[in-house]
Structure formats: C-alpha cells, structure tokens
C-alpha cells in the first residue's frame, strides 16, 4: 500500500487553515508594557486579529485562545515562570525573542514552539508566520487524534481476536463463525464486538483471577 | 529663502519607459506641488529643494536612484513609485538608510513599512465599490482580464469573490504578459464575445491597457454591447488610448478631474494660473499633489530634518485634497479616500454616477470579500438609505 493510502482512519480532509479566516483568530500576547509590545500589538491589529494582553504570565490558557505569543526573554528577565502544555498544547505558540544564541534556542525547542519571531518587531513576515504555524499546529492536532483512534481500533481488533480464539477452542468453529457468533451476540444484547469480547475474556480470567 | 539651506526632497517617478504614462501625470502635480510651497514661504523660510530623477519604469533604477538619494544627497523623504514592483524595490533601500517613501498609487494592499506613507486607495476602497456599483444589474456576469503579475491578478481573485457573494458570476479570467502580441489581444477579445459576458473587469496596466482597448474597438465592440469595468484607467491613459475607444466604460477612482467640489475647482484654477493650461489630471495626480503638501505640512510643524518627526507628523494629518478631505490612518499608515464611480465621455472626461457619502478607511490586511457581510464596519458608515447602494450615492 502506498503511505498515502495508509491512513484509513481520516476523517476531516486536509483543509488548511486559509488567510480568509485571519480575522476569526484570538491572540493573547503575553508581555509586560513597552515599545516591542506596542509594536506587535499594533501589527496584529492592523491585520485584523483579536489582540489580547496578559502579564505576568498566566498559570493556564483559556481554550478561546488560538495563538499565544510569549516574549521569552522578558519572562526571564523578570524572573516569571511561563507554564504551557507542552505535550497537549491549547494554542498555537510563537516565541518573541532577542537572543538566538545555542541555550536560548534550546530553551524555545523545550517549549516546542510552533514559530520564532525576533525583536526589534519588523511587520514584514508576521502575517505569513502566523499562518503557516497555525496550519502546522492544527495538522499535528489532526494526527494525534487519528494515532489516538488507531491505538484504539488495534487495542479493540486484539480483544476481538482473542475473544474468537476462545470460541474456537470450545468448538471445532472456523474464525470467521467465531466472529459471526460474536456478532449475533452484540446484536443480540444491542452492544459492540468489542464490548461482547471483553466480556467474554473477563468471564474467562474471573475465576483464575481470585 | 537660501539655497544652501534648502530642505532636500527625493522625486522619483519615470518620464520614460513603460509606466510613464502615469508617472508623468505624477510628476507634474510634484513639482505643482512644490511651486505652490516655495511660493508660499517654504518650510519655515527654507526651500524645499526637489531632486528629480528618471527611473525609466525599471524595478533596479528605483532601488539604485533611492539609495543614492538617501546616502549621497542626504535626502530623507522621497516622493514616488507607481507599480509594486518599483515600490518593493525601493523598500529594502529606505529601511538601511532611514528614509520615508510616500507613495500615490493604488495598490493591492497586504503591506505595512514604518518607511512608507500610502497615498493611494486600497481594494476596499476601489473594489468594493465598483463591485457595488456592477451588482446593480441582477446577477452580472464578468469576464476578467489584466496584466499577469501581481496587483491585476490578485484584483482579479477580489472582484470575483465580490461578483459571486453578490449572486453574480466569473464567465473566464485571462492574464497577458507585458509582451503580449496585437494577435493575442485580438484572441483575447474574440473569446470574450463568444463568453457573452455583461460586463468585462480590466486590470491592464500601461502599454497593455492601450493595446486592449484598441483591441476591443477594431472587434467593432462599444460600451453598449460589453462595458469595461477598471480601477486603473483613467483620463491620462484616455489621453493615450483615445477617448472614441473609452466611451461609456467605467472607471472607479478615488479621483476624477470633472468633480465640482471647491478644493478641486480651486486647485485647478490655481494650476491653470501658474501653468496657463489644464493639467492632466487624474487619480495619481491628485495623489502625488496631496502627499506633496502633507509632507509640507509635517515638516513645517516638526522637526524637517528629522525623518521620525516627519513620519509622526504625517500620520493622524487630514488635508483638503482635490478629491475631498482625506486624512492618513495612523495605525495603518494609509490614505482615508473618497470612491467614486465615473463614466468616461466623449471629451476623455468622467461624468460622476456614484459617490459615497464619507471617506473610507483604508483596510490594506482585509482578507475576506464578500457583498454580504453585514457586520462589517467599514460599510456602515457610508451606507445611504435612499437608494439601498451600499456606500454609494447614485447621482441621477
């Protein structure tokens, strides 16, 4: 099978996120006040998002929240903990940053950031950045929640299978009347496969249990 | 006034080559411009002191001009461009050596420079409203065509995303090369005829522009059969094209030189005493005559040296212009302007058909078009109950 034919689980199709939905994003700037700040703030504007401001760094995120820009090195000037999700993001996440030095890119690889935008602000750029992190963070959303329905479907097809090999092994049954009788069963009791093969097994391992 | 003391002011628009059709229409409401204020005392007593350069219309002569403007002669304000190619050009030249381009074309939007003061009308403030005014017939059907780079192109995208919210329709889209042959523009109109369309959007540009309507007449078309919508032809490109070849076809302009408003009327007469004749004017002649005066008016009230105090004390500034009073946005940096509609006549001049009632503010970062948008701001102001037009004004 060609890897392109490989994903049977895809459900949404792949529509990027399109510059005619700009305008429907909510930015949440974590910053203190200056000129950098009003600099962003006012580009974002311009173009046309919904720009909030929030300093200190806040404990969590709303999840209204689309895209949150973070000025990492007045976080540690100012000696602020940013706190984020790294593993289960809640929003897109672009670092501003001053220093592009081996430890300060460590830092923002750390915090799995989906952008880098370096001071002093220059508009040129943002617009396209911002897009393209946002089409990257919602297609990583998108495989995470098909690996998550895949880990499932494998854990589901496992029970399954042992479930029939149990049918099997009372009765001189082909796999596929195993599974017909599996089926029947779930009919039957208005429930899944899986559920009726779960139970199946857990009748099987209560008396070896205790 | 002494010469040595002069305020030295960059002028850069081509008097040859392939844009300077416009670009002279452009130059010629500068140095108006500038007569006018070194006729009035200058800046604080001093001159302003043009240096005038010839680009020949080619991207690299902008951006080589521009930098020995801003290094060697010390310039830091230059007036000019005209496509947007010339401009980006430029760009990269003003943000090195700390100058303030003020710029009188329209354009396509979608830039924002601290180098850069835009003069022109952005697509909400030219598209939108012509799109209205094409949405009066029920349902229209376009042909569109233009120049293949990228202002017609993404004109183009604009215009047919307003066409069809407004329950009308795209027949085809076609973009030439600046080298396009008689024979392809030929091909070109005979392919619209069989499209039957209601109207044709024209997004040619200079010698282009020429060919096409030339094209359009000698297939024996008039405005009655096929009217061509444009934002970008105007009386000076009339002047080239013909006007026989322009009758009845529609411009949508922030600018056209029949308006009876008193600034206009004014200024006119004033040229027409200095110069002793009419002046050619259009929508980037009232432009570059405005933004000439702004900056003026900036150096004046501020430091004229210093380039931050002259950008600070353009953004926020309103001006009685030819075309109304506009003023510059200061978060966006671009012109407050007055659409309007005109209808070309036999004389090469505009009849006004619609107007809006207010100036609109620029949105150069507006992504979505659409005619049904009622939450958005940017028609509310202008929207006239009379005739249910949107922002336009129908004059009858």
Redesign the interface.
């Known amino acids: 099978m060609r890897p392109g034919r490989s994903e049977p689980f895809v459900s949404e199709k792949e529509q990027p996120f399109l510059i005619k939905d700009l305008r429907s994003l909510k930015v949440l700037l974590v910053q203190p006040e200056n000129n950098d700040g009003v600099a962003l703030r006012s580009h974002l504007e311009r173009i046309g998002c919904h720009v909030q401001e929030i300093w200190p760094p806040p404990p969590s995120y709303s999840d209204e929240i689309d895209i949150v820009f973070v000025m990492v090195d007045r976080v540690i000037e100012n000696k602020q903990i940013f706190h984020w999700q790294v593993e289960n993001p809640s929003a897109v996440l672009i670092a501003v940053i001053d220093y592009e030095s081996p430890l300060a890119i460590d830092r923002l690889l750390q915090m799995r950031v989906n952008a880098v935008i370096g001071l002093p602000i220059r508009p040129f750029g943002i617009l396209t950045n911002l897009l393209a992190a946002v089409n990257n963070h919602r297609r990583e959303q998108r495989l995470r929640l098909n690996l998550d329905r895949l880990q499932a479907k494998l854990e589901s097809c496992q029970v399954i299978e042992r479930a029939k090999l149990a049918i099997m092994l009372t009765a001189p049954q082909s796999g596929k009347e195993a599974y017909g009788i599996l089926r029947q069963l779930a009919m039957k009791h208005r429930t899944t496969v899986e559920a009726v093969s779960s139970e199946i097994l857990s009748g099987l391992h209560a008396p070896e249990g205790d | 006034m002494t010469r040595d003391h002069a305020i030295q002011i960059g002028v850069l628009f081509s008097s040859s080559g392939s844009t300077s059709v416009t670009e002279q229409t452009m130059l010629s409401a500068t140095k108006f411009a500038i007569d006018e204020i070194n006729g009035g005392g200058g800046i604080r007593g001093r001159a302003l002191a043009p240096i005038y350069c010839d680009p020949e219309g080619e991207p690299e002569l902008y951006q080589q001009q521009a930098e020995r403007l801003l290094t060697d002669s010390k310039v830091r304000v230059i007036l000019g461009c005209y496509t947007s190619r010339q401009r980006k050009a430029v760009l990269s030249v003003l943000d090195r050596a700390s100058g303030l381009l003020c710029y009188p074309a329209q354009y396509e939007g ?5 180098n850069v003061i835009y003069f022109g009308a952005v697509p909400n403030q030219n598209s939108l409203f012509l799109a209205q005014y094409l949405l009066q017939k029920e349902a229209p059907r376009l042909f569109i065509v233009g120049s293949d780079y990228v202002w017609p192109r993404e004109s183009g995208r604009i215009m047919a995303d307003l066409i069809k919210s407004g329950g009308g329709d795209v027949l085809g889209q076609c973009y030439l090369g600046d080298d396009a042959t008689e024979h392809e523009f030929d091909a070109l109109i005979k392919r619209i005829e069989a499209a039957k369309p209601d109207f044709i959007f024209n997004n040619f540009v200079g010698r282009s522009n020429v060919q096409f309507y030339r094209a359009y007449v000698e297939n024996e078309l008039d405005a009655g059969q096929i009217p061509v919508a444009s934002l970008t032809t105007s009386e000076s490109d009339i002047k080239e094209i013909g006007a026989a070849a322009t009758v009845g076809h529609i411009t949508a302009a922030s600018y056209f030189a029949t308006q009876s408003n008193r600034s206009n009327l004014a200024c006119l007469e004033r040229y027409r005493d200095l110069r002793g004749a009419r002046p050619d004017a259009n929508m980037c002649w009232d432009a570059a005559y405005t933004q000439t005066h702004v900056v003026a008016q900036a150096m004046r009230e501020n430091d004229p040296d210093n380039i931050n105090a002259i950008r600070s004390g353009i953004l926020g500034r309103s001006f009685d212009a030819p075309q109304g009073r506009i003023s510059i946005d200061p ?2 940096a671009h012109c407050w302007v007055w659409p309007k509609i005109g209808i070309a006549r036999a004389d090469g001049q505009f009849d006004i058909v619609a107007e809006t009632t207010q100036a609109i503010r620029p ?6 078009y659409a005619m049904t948008e009622g939450d958005e701001p940017l028609m509310q102001p202008s929207l006239s109950a009379s005739d249910g037009s949107y922002g336009l004004r129908v004059r009858r």
């Not at chain 2, 979608?110 to 601290?114: L, V, W």
């Not at chain 2, 949105?363 to 979505?368: G, N, V």
Request: net charge negative; aromatic share 24%; glycine share 0%.
């Open positions: 979608f830039e924002y420079s601290e978060l966006n949105d150069p970062y507006r992504t979505t």
